[in-house]
DNA sequence: TTTTATGTGATACGATCGTATCATAAAAGA
DNA sequence: TCTTTTATGATACGATCGTATCACATAAAA
């Protein structure tokens, strides 16, 4: 047969463009054709790829997923503490770089959307709920048979809170009214308050 | 002269429409006509009242910080202790019935708009953060003045930590992989974490 | 080399959008 | 009563949108 062209890559590729278009324009402004000016390709190259728009919505947001999980998974170092664990996982939700940045900007543009279509809330909440509240308890758990907990402490209270906190901060940070340093600070403040002491 | 109708009421008739428009089917379905279809009244008028859609959208997100300032400030007890204050203002941040769901909703959806968009960034923003955190701080200070909270906090920090644990919450709940009881009770975890008895 | 399925371009259709224009209804001041 | 200013309706224009259609190039299979 004929021409055999990578899909997936060409997928991914006018993915990215709408990715760019979301985080800089918002979402309205992905419309068929600024994808296609955004990847260079002509309109009809996106419509053969992704049929239609809805589509072409969704499916550039479940690539978008399965590239931050990646982004994410790659951050955790190798032999790292509990405490370690559970603050490269509270800083990865915060945009502290251009990439993560665009990510919580495409996650929120999405997610604001989704409150009011369920197509979209079952590819939005489904990959950013999957378990972190029960990930971080567990870590938590961990930490605590270690010894390395102050006492009292509700840990799936604990756990929420860390995580609302740093979702709480991310749109600040986006709107620029929290730098991403106090953005940092805080997650720490708030992990010397469950954990014993600073070191390892 | 003419007619004689109260402009203000016929401009708040119109923002009325456009926040049950953004938020019920979003921001990008705010159109000059689906407006007016919503409010009842013709296409021209909205035009009349609002001259174009881009002060249409800041106007209407002006009429509504306007709208949630007063319904914040009508909640607040007249002889409420710090705490309580305190709890009622983190309280009043989360989509905990109809009306706050829409202002949250609203808030989320010029928010993300926002971003990119920086006159709307200076109606959003300026509302929003007009110096929440300094708030929660002072009725802090007051509180540890009057030996009503735990030892060894930091102030500043606790109540950005509050701030943004409701912010936070106020996402999940509005899609609903959280329960307002639940948001409510970590709210009152994190009270009793800093307060030092449930007692007024 | 011929065929044929795959990939790409050009273009057209109907709908909706923001906005502008023109006309008119209504009531206060003369 | 007549004029004049305010408020409202009807409608038109150009742009962009999602989508569909038609044509054609290309390279593997025959």
Chains 1, 2 share one sequence.
């Not at 009011?116 to 048979?145: C, F, M, Y």
Request: net charge negative.
């Amino acid at each position: 047969m004929p021409k055999r062209v990578d899909h997936n890559l060409r997928r991914l590729q006018i993915a990215e463009a709408l990715w760019r278009i979301a985080a800089s324009r918002g979402l309205e402004e992905v419309s068929m054709r600024q994808v296609a000016a955004e990847a260079g390709v002509s309109t009809r190259l996106v419509q053969y790829y992704f049929e239609t728009r809805e589509r072409l919505l969704v499916e550039a947001l479940a690539l978008r997923n399965e590239h931050d999980r990646k982004r994410i998974e790659g951050r955790l170092p190798e032999g790292a503490s509990l405490r370690d664990a559970i603050r490269v996982l509270l800083l990865g939700l915060l945009p502290l770089d251009e990439e993560s940045r665009q990510s919580t900007l495409i996650q929120l543009a999405y997610g604001v959307r989704a409150v009011n279509d369920p197509l979209l809330a079952e590819h939005v909440i489904r990959p950013s709920k999957p378990g972190l509240d029960e990930l971080v308890t567990e870590l938590l758990a961990g930490a605590q048979a270690a010894g390395q907990l102050h006492e009292g402490l509700e840990l799936m209270r604990e756990a929420g809170t860390l995580l609302a906190l740093s979702n709480g901060m991310s749109y600040d940070v986006l709107m620029g009214m929290r730098s991403a340093d106090d953005a940092i600070a805080l997650v720490d403040y708030n992990l010397r308050r469950v954990f014993l002491s600073e070191a390892t």
